[in-house]
C-alpha cells in the first residue's frame, strides 16, 4: 500500500480503459509528419515510462488545414496512416492507449504548402504574420469540413488509435472559432447565442461518435476560460455553460485555459504547479465523464489531492512528460525523489515554434530516442572501467559526471567555487528563475547517491595540477562568462569611452555586485531571455532602469518560450524606460555627466542617455584557459600522458542551459563509443521516400 495508489487505479472512457491515471495530453514535437519514426519513438518511451494515454499533437485532416512550416501530425488522408500507425504500434507495445488529436486550425494557419484559402466562420485576418485573410465558410463548406472531420476519425481508428478528440482550444481550431464571438460575427444558427456557437462543436462530437465511437472514446478538448477577464470566454460564465450543455456527450472532458501562453505559463510567470486548477476544477461536479486537467503538474502528493479532492480523475501532463517520460513508473516504484521536475521554462516550445524537433533543458535524451539511441533512464556500461575527471560543475559538468558515473566510470568532479550548479544557480537567483534550479539540483542529487563519484569543491584546476593528478580522461566544463566590451550581436567591435562609467556584465548581477546610485542603462544586444530577466530583476530591487536594445521588441527570443508579451508588459508595469532599435555606439561626457550615445539601426534620431551604471548584456566567451593550456602542454610534449581532452558546454560554445546539459549528455554518451557509431554530428535522419 502506498499514498499514491489511487493514481494507478484504472479508469474506464467511454469503450476503452486506461490503466492508470497517468495522461500524456496532445502536445507538439516538431517532429510530426515530416519524422515519423523519431516521433514513433518519442511517444513510445513515455508509453515505456508508464503513461496510460499518449496523445499526439495537432493531426490536420485536411490540406486547408495546413500548419506549415510548422511540422505537426497530418490525417490528410489514407496516405498518412502508416506514419501514424509507428506511433501507435508504440504506445499499445507498452498497454498504453494511443489517441489523436485532431484539428482544423481555421484562420490560425495560413496554408502556405497547400496554397488552400483558409476557413473561418467569418472573414478575418489570418492569426500568422501573413497578409491574407480567412474566408467566411458558408454552409456547403461547413457541411465539407463536417465530412472531413469525420473521414479523419475513421483513418485515425484505422491507424489503431484509441482515443481521437475533438479539439476546441488555444483560440487556433475551428470549433473554437465558432465558439468565441471574436471569431464568430455569423447571424445564422451557427452565431449569435451560445447554444447556436457550439452547434458545431456539438455536431463534431455527434459525427465522431458516429463513425467511430463503437471501438474509440471521443474525447473534447476545451478551453474554459481565455484568460481575458470580461473581455474573453470566462469558467464561470460561457465557459461553465458549455459544459453544462455538453456535459455527458464526450467519453472525457480534456480541459485548460486559452491561448497557448496562458495553458503553457513559464515558471517566469506562474511558478505555481497545478496553475490551472483554479479554473477547471468545476468541470468535475458538471460532467460524470472523465476529467483530465494540466498545469505543469510534478509532485505526486499534489497529484493524490488532485484525485481525492474530486478536481480531476487524469493527471494531465504535457511537460513534466517530456522532462521526465518515467514520471508515473518513478511514483509507481516509490523514487519520487528521482524524477527529473519540468522547471517551466518552455525551451521544448520554442522548437515546436521553430518547427525542429522537440528538446528540453531537463531531459537531452528528448527528441534523440530514434536518431540518437538514447534512452532517458539508460545508457551504455563502460567499456574500458578507468578513472575521469570532469572540471567544472555547471549543467554541463554536472550532466557530464552523472551520466558518466551511471555508465560505471570513476568519476572525479571538481569546481572551482564553493558549490555546484554554475550559471543555473547564478541564474536562479534572478527575479521570476527560481524553478530553474532543479537543473543542478536533479542532478546533485543523483550524483549523491552514487559511490562512484567524488566532488570536490573550492578546487580550481590549473593544467600542471590536472596532469598531477594523472588521470588521462579530461572533461572541462569551465563554462563562458559574459563581455565587459560591448561586443555583441550588433556591435561587433568594442564600444568606445566605456571606461568613463561603470560598466557590468550579468556575472557581476548574479555574483550580487549591485549597481550604485543613480540610473542603470542595460544594453541588451544578446535578444535572449537575460537581458530582459535582468531589467525586471534591478527594477524590482529599487533600481532605475533603461532598456536599451538593438532589436524591435524587448528579449525577440522569448516570442519561442511564448513569453515575450508577459516579459514586455512587466517592464512597462514597473517604469522601466525602453528604447527599441537602438545599438549604443559609445559612452561621452554632456555637462559634466557621462552618458551612452544610442544609434538608430534604422537611421532614425540619434539619442543621448545619462547614466552612472552600464549594463553589458552582449555577448559571451568561453572560459576555457585550461582547455588550452592543456591542449599546449599535450601538444608540446609537455606530458608522456595519453590525455583525451574533451571541451564541452558553454566553454565549447555558449548557449541555452539546455545546450550545455546536451552537451555534457552527449560527451559522457560518446565516449569510448564506436567511431564509426559516432561521427562527429551524424545521427539517423529520415529521408524523403520518392513515392509520389
Ligand atoms: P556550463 O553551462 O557549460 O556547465 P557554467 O558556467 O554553468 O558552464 O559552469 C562552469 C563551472 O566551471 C563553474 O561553476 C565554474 O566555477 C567552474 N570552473 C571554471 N573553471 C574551473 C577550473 N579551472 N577548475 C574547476 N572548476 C572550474
Ligand atoms: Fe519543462 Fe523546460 Fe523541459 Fe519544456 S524544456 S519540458 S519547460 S524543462
Redesign the pocket.
Known amino acids: 500500500m502506498s499514498n499514491y495508489d489511487v493514481l494507478f487505479e484504472s479508469v474506464k472512457i467511454g469503450p476503452v480503459t486506461a490503466k492508470n491515471r497517468f495522461y500524456q495530453v496532445p502536445h507538439c514535437c516538431g517532429m510530426g509528419h515530416l519524422r515519423p519514426q523519431a516521433h514513433a519513438a518519442m511517444r513510445g518511451m513515455k508509453a515505456q515510462g508508464g503513461w496510460a494515454v499518449v496523445s499526439t499533437e495537432e493531426t490536420e485532416i485536411h490540406p486547408s488545414s495546413d500548419l506549415s512550416p510548422a511540422v505537426e501530425q497530418r490525417l490528410w488522408d489514407e496516405r498518412d496512416i502508416p506514419a501514424l500507425q509507428l506511433m501507435t504500434q508504440s504506445v499499445h507495445e507498452y498497454s498504453a492507449l494511443a489517441a489523436v488529436e485532431l484539428v482544423h486550425n481555421g484562420s490560425h494557419t495560413s496554408n502556405l504548402y497547400s496554397r488552400t484559402p483558409a476557413l473561418a466562420p467569418s472573414s478575418r485576418s489570418l492569426d500568422m504574420i501573413y497578409p491574407k485573410q480567412a474566408r467566411a465558410m458558408d454552409k456547403a463548406d461547413i457541411r465539407e469540413f463536417r465530412r472531413w472531420h469525420k473521414a479523419a476519425a475513421i483513418r485515425a481508428k484505422q491507424a489503431g488509435f484509441d482515443i481521437v478528440y475533438v479539439y476546441a482550444g488555444h483560440e487556433m481550431s475551428l470549433p473554437h472559432h465558432f465558439l468565441l464571438p471574436e471569431y464568430n460575427q455569423r447571424t445564422d444558427e451557427y452565431g449569435g447565442c451560445l447554444e447556436n456557437r457550439l452547434r458545431l462543436t456539438r455536431e463534431l462530437l455527434q459525427d465522431t461518435q458516429e463513425a467511430i465511437g463503437d471501438s474509440c472514446a471521443v474525447a473534447f478538448r476545451f478551453a474554459v476560460d481565455q484568460m481575458l477577464g470580461v473581455d474573453g470566454m470566462q469558467a464561470h460564465e460561457e465557459g461553465r455553460a458549455v459544459v453544462e450543455m455538453l456535459a455527458d456527450i464526450p467519453d472525457l472532458w480534456d480541459v485548460n485555459v486559452s491561448g497557448w501562453a496562458n495553458d503553457s505559463a513559464t515558471s517566469r510567470f506562474k511558478p505555481d504547479s497545478g496553475y490551472q486548477t483554479e479554473y477547471t476544477k468545476f468541470v468535475k461536479k458538471v460532467t460524470n465523464k472523465p476529467v483530465v486537467g494540466v498545469g505543469r503538474i510534478t509532485s505526486p502528493d499534489m497529484m493524490v489531492s488532485l484525485v481525492k479532492h474530486g478536481v480531476l480523475d487524469f493527471i494531465g501532463a504535457a511537460r513534466p512528460s517530456i522532462a521526465d517520460p518515467f514520471l508515473p513508473n518513478k511514483i509507481r516504484e516509490q523514487r519520487a525523489e528521482e524524477i527529473r521536475e519540468c522547471i517551466g521554462c518552455n525551451v521544448c516550445v520554442s522548437c515546436d515554434n521553430l518547427g525542429v524537433p522537440i528538446r528540453c533543458t531537463q531531459n537531452p535524451t528528448m527528441g534523440e530516442e530514434w536518431r540518437r539511441g538514447w534512452h532517458p533512464e539508460k545508457i551504455a556500461a563502460a567499456k574500458t572501467p578507468q578513472s575521469v575527471l570532469v572540471?567544472?560543475?555547471?549543467?554541463?559538468?554536472?550532466?557530464c559526471a552523472l551520466q558518466l558515473a551511471n555508465r560505471g566510470y570513476e568519476v572525479i568532479l571538481?569546481?572551482?567555487?564553493k558549490?555546484?550548479?554554475?550559471?543555473?544557480?547564478?541564474e536562479s537567483n534572478l527575479k521570476g528563475l527560481a524553478l530553474w534550479r532543479r537543473v543542478s539540483d536533479y542532478r546533485i542529487y543523483q550524483l549523491q547517491q552514487l559511490d562512484n563519484v567524488n566532488i570536490y569543491l573550492d578546487?580550481?584546476?590549473?593544467a600542471q595540477q590536472v596532469l598531477e593528478l594523472g588521470i588521462e580522461q579530461v572533461f572541462?566544463?569551465?563554462?563562458?562568462?559574459w563581455r565587459k566590451d560591448g561586443i555583441g550581436r550588433t556591435s561587433r567591435m568594442p564600444i568606445e569611452g566605456l571606461e568613463q562609467v561603470a560598466v557590468y556584465t550579468p556575472d557581476d548581477i548574479m555574483n550580487g555586485i549591485v549597481p550604485g546610485q543613480g540610473p542603470v542603462v542595460i544594453y541588451d544586444d544578446d535578444q535572449g531571455y537575460l537581458g530582459g530577466v535582468l531589467a525586471d530583476h534591478l527594477s524590482d530591487l529599487g533600481h532605475k532602469v533603461l532598456f536599451v536594445t538593438s532589436a524591435s521588441i524587448v528579449s525577440p527570443f522569448t516570442e519561442l518560450t511564448l513569453e515575450q508579451k508577459q516579459v514586455q508588459c512587466s517592464l512597462v508595469a514597473q517604469g522601466v524606460d525602453i528604447y527599441t532599435n537602438k545599438s549604443i555606439v559609445g559612452v561621452s561626457q554632456k555637462s559634466g555627466h557621462a552618458g551612452v550615445e544610442l544609434k538608430c539601426v534604422y537611421g532614425g534620431q540619434d539619442v543621448w542617455l545619462a547614466c552612472a551604471s552600464l549594463l553589458l548584456v552582449t555577448e559571451r566567451e568561453s572560459?576555457s584557459?585550461?582547455y588550452e593550456q592543456l591542449q599546449q602542454l599535450l601538444k608540446d610534449d609537455g606530458t608522456s600522458m595519453a590525455m583525451s581532452l574533451t571541451l564541452?558546454?558553454?566553454?565549447?560554445a555558449?548557449g541555452l542551459?539546455a545546450?550545455?546539459?546536451f552537451?555534457?549528455h552527449q560527451g559522457a554518451q560518446e565516449f569510448e563509443a564506436d567511431p564509426d557509431v559516432v561521427e562527429q554530428g551524424l545521427f539517423k535522419r529520415e529521408m524523403p521516400s520518392l513515392n509520389s
Open positions: 572540471v567544472g560543475a555547471g549543467p554541463a559538468g554536472l550532466e571538481s569546481e572551482a567555487s558549490h555546484l550548479g554554475g550559471r543555473v544557480v547564478a578546487s580550481a584546476l590549473n572541462v566544463a569551465t563554462g563562458a562568462i572560459a584557459p585550461l564541452i558546454g558553454d566553454a565549447l555558449p542551459i545546450d550545455a546539459v552537451s555534457g
